[in-house]
Every structure is written in C-alpha cells, then in structure tokens.
C-alpha cells in the first residue's frame, strides 16, 4: 500500500479484512498526515457540484457519503462516534458573482434531493449514522448572520456536516496503529515501482536516506500530490490535462456574537467556506487568497513540503491569514475581529487546467475518478475526501 492518508488507511484495513497481508508505505512519520489532516473534512451530498449539469459528480458523492461510515465502522470493527466529530449542518449562501443564478443553483438541489429520496430506498444506507427524510430546505435567514448583500446572500439550509479532521483522524489513528497484523513503514519515500517475473518491486527511500525496497504480489497507490509520479515509472500515463493546487487553511477564534454561527459555504465560484467545529476553532478558506500554488507538472514542488506538513513560512502565514480574514469579513461582518490561531496548507489534485472561475473547468467536476486497475498494479484517483472508503471498497470489487 503506497500512501498512508485516508485512502491508504481506508484501503489497508479492507484487504486486511479481505485476509491480505499488508504494507504500508509512506514519507510521514505517522498515518493520516498532511492532505489527510488539511482539509475542512466536508462529506459531501453533492450541494456544491451545481455547475455538473450531468448530475454525475453529485450521485458519486453521495453514493460515498451515505456509505461512509458503514465501510468505515466495518473496518475498524467499531462505531466511530460520528456525531462527536461532526460540525452543525452547512448553510450554502449566494455569491453576488456566482457563475450559476440562485434558481439554477436551488434546482440543483432539488435534484440532489430526489437523488437522495431514491438512494435512500435502501434502508441499509445512512448519512453518518442517521437516515433524515429532507435534506436541504430554502435559507431561514435567521440562522446565519447578517450577511453583506454586497458579497452574498442566504440560499439553502442543508443537513450536510465536515468533520473535525483533527479528532476523526486520532481516532483513526490510534486504531490502525494498533492493528499488529499490518506492518507499516512510516518515513520511507516511494521512489518507484517495477513489474517482476513473479512480483512487483517497491523503491523507497529509508529514513536514513538508504535505498529500501519491498516485494508484493499488488500494489495499490494511494499517494495523493505523488500518485502520477509513480504511475509513470510502471509506464502508466495519462493524456488529460490535470492540476495540482496549495490551499492554505486558516483557523481562528471567532469573538463572541458570532460563536453560534453555522458553518457556511458561499456558491458559486472562487469564493470560500467558514467552517465553526465543536472545538471552539473555525476555519477559514477565501479561494483568491488560500491558493498560493499552481502546477501541471507529476507531482508538487518541494516548496510545498514545508507549508503541507503544518510550518508554514511565519511572515506568509501572518499575511494570508490576515487577508482571508480581511475578505471573509466583508461577506460576515464582524468577523475581523477574530483572533488568528493557525495556518497551514493542503495539496489539491484535480483534473483540468483552467480554474474555478470558468464555469467550463474540468475542476467543477469529480466523477471520472476511482479505481484504476493494471494487472495487479491499482492506482486510485480519490476525488474528494467524501469517496475515500467508497473507492477502498471498490479496489476488493476489482481483486
């Protein structure tokens, strides 16, 4: 298994249920690190995906949302206490510049809703433990606060959540470590992978800088900023355009007349998300400011190292943190009187090559991701965090 973070963990503990013998490989020193840990944790119900006309991108999400947590408890053999680790429901609020119409975007939902009526047929699926009947109703403008009419508007109340990344992949964490039956091999760099007469050949990178290598009858890559990287050195290309992005999240303490503040996501376009978790640490992403990186190339730079790994430069961080607060503030106001605890950043791998604010970019699409299988070699496309367990499951569909 190359990649320890969600897909790698979420895929190691299904062939281990499968009665594989597994391994895993990663350059962190610990599993669910860096993209795993960086994000806003959103299980997506395919509210967001507006712009996917084909309704394609939404069906996936939700065909992994409302199996998330029944792949996931499985595995772990224990019910994680999913309502602990998951935020109030998201409010979705109008972009002044939104590249759809607020009708446009309100029949989407609509046809998410219908899509969930029928998915929901099966009383065996469930949206993180519960199984509600509507999913999203029109904004009661009283549960957000007071908007700037300049920048956005309230759109639709949701019963979509994220989940405190931080809790959520302790948990994880603590449980995986513990499983004696796989071996892992944290601080090992995958380099390459090479098909032998009887097996494949895994090249790392040791901790003290050594060569390492492993032998394995498959091999699944579930890197994420490295996976086409190392697809190519098995001579697997890919003649699609793609791209890689650093995100950068802050968190902050909100001052208090705005601590009950749902968490929001502003539809639709480059915009951003506030996203209040039950620890008392909000997190804040304005798209114009957090992305401060953007390549076509295999994989990221090495610059990106430090910022991924939560050491930011402190002279960048203060700044940026500082903007995105600034900006999010003309959209709640009040909000700059928040105090700055943390940024860091994320990679983002999506396919396409021109950026969210064009409403015909590839990137406001997730559905041509998952599984790829090459005789005995797999290497799996996540998509969005949401799909995870969903593609682990597919991987033993394709053994």
Not at 226 to 244: E, K, N
Request: hydrophobic share 40%.
């Amino acid at each position: 298994m190359l990649g320890a973070g969600v897909q790698g963990v979420c895929a190691s503990l299904a062939l281990h249920r499968r009665g594989y013998g597994v391994t895993v490989i990663d350059r962190s020193p610990n599993a669910l690190l860096r993209t795993s840990l960086r994000n806003e944790g959103k299980v997506h119900l395919g509210f967001l995906f507006a712009n996917d006309r084909s309704m394609r991108t939404a069906e996936l999400l939700m065909q992994g949302a409302l199996r998330f947590s029944n792949l996931v408890d499985g595995w772990f053999g224990e019910a994680m206490p999913w309502a602990e680790f998951s935020t109030r429901a998201f409010a979705y609020c109008l972009g002044t510049t939104s590249l759809l119409t607020g009708d446009e975007i309100l029949s989407h939902y609509e046809n998410v809703q219908s899509l969930y009526d029928r998915l929901s047929e099966d009383r065996s699926l469930n949206y993180l433990g519960t199984q509600p009947g509507r999913i999203w109703t029109e904004s009661q403008s009283s549960s957000i606060p007071e908007l700037s009419r300049r920048y956005a508007s309230p759109l639709a109340d949701t019963l979509e959540v994220a989940l405190d990344r931080d809790l959520m992949n302790g948990w994880m964490r603590d449980r995986f470590n513990d499983n004696d039956e796989i071996t892992r091999r944290y601080n090992h760099t995958v380099m390459a992978v090479s098909r032998g007469p009887h097996s494949f050949m895994v090249q790392c990178i040791g901790p003290d800088q050594s060569d390492v290598s492993f032998n394995a009858d498959i091999v699944v890559n579930c890197l994420w900023d490295g996976r086409l990287a190392i697809d190519q050195t098995m001579g697997i290309s890919y003649d699609r355009p793609w791209v890689h992005r650093l995100k950068y999240r802050v968190f902050v303490d909100l001052p208090d007349h705005l601590s009950e503040m749902p968490p929001m996501t502003f539809a639709l376009g480059p915009y951003g998300d506030i996203v209040t978790f039950r620890n008392g640490l909000t997190y804040l992403s304005y798209y114009p400011v957090s992305i401060q990186g953007w390549t076509s190339e295999l994989q990221p730079p090495s610059s990106w190292n430090a910022p991924c790994e939560g050491r930011p430069d402190p002279v960048l961080a203060h700044d940026l943190a500082e903007r995105v607060v600034k900006e999010l503030s003309f959209a709640v106001p009040g909000l700059e009187e928040a105090t700055i605890k943390k940024v860091d950043a994320g990679a983002i791998f999506s396919w396409g090559e021109t950026d969210i604010d064009d409403p015909r970019s590839e990137i406001h699409e997730r559905f041509d991701v998952g599984v790829h299988a090459h005789d005995g070699y797999f290497s799996i496309d996540t998509g969005k965090f949401t799909t995870a367990p969903l593609f682990a499951d597919h991987l033993l569909q394709l053994l």
